[in-house]
């Protein structure tokens, strides 16, 4: 069962409208009764990942090892922000980076 109550077809049209709109993503999410950060997180999405990234995933995204290391010695190295990485990355969230150090440094290794 879908976690989000628009489809991605839902979706694109309200990114659409907003995009042509004149008003601000905050005004424009209320005024659409839609949650800002909802907003927000399909404008990421569809940038990032096209029609795809407006679809809920079915399965979680495996990682190796090898990846998350570099993305957050990346991080760790000031190469970006946590939502610029993101986007580099193509990783759906900027939650799974910060989960990824912190589970770095509560282990004190490299994973």
Not at 17 to 44: D, E, P
Not at 85 to 99: E, V
Request: net charge positive; proline share 1%.
């Amino acid at each position: 069962m879908s976690r989000s109550k628009y489809s991605p077809k839902e979706k694109l049209k309200m990114i659409e409208s907003y995009q042509k709109s004149s008003l601000s993503m905050r005004a424009f999410a209320l005024s659409n009764n839609v949650g800002l950060n909802a907003l927000h997180n399909w404008l990421r999405l569809y940038a990032n990942f096209g029609m795809e990234g407006l679809s809920e995933s079915q399965d979680n995204q495996k990682y190796s090892k090898e990846f998350k290391r570099k993305v957050v010695q990346a991080y760790l190295s000031g190469e970006g922000t946590l939502r610029e990485l993101t986007r580099r990355f193509k990783l759906r969230s900027d939650s799974q980076i910060s989960d990824w150090v912190a589970l770095m440094s509560r282990l004190r290794t490299s994973f």
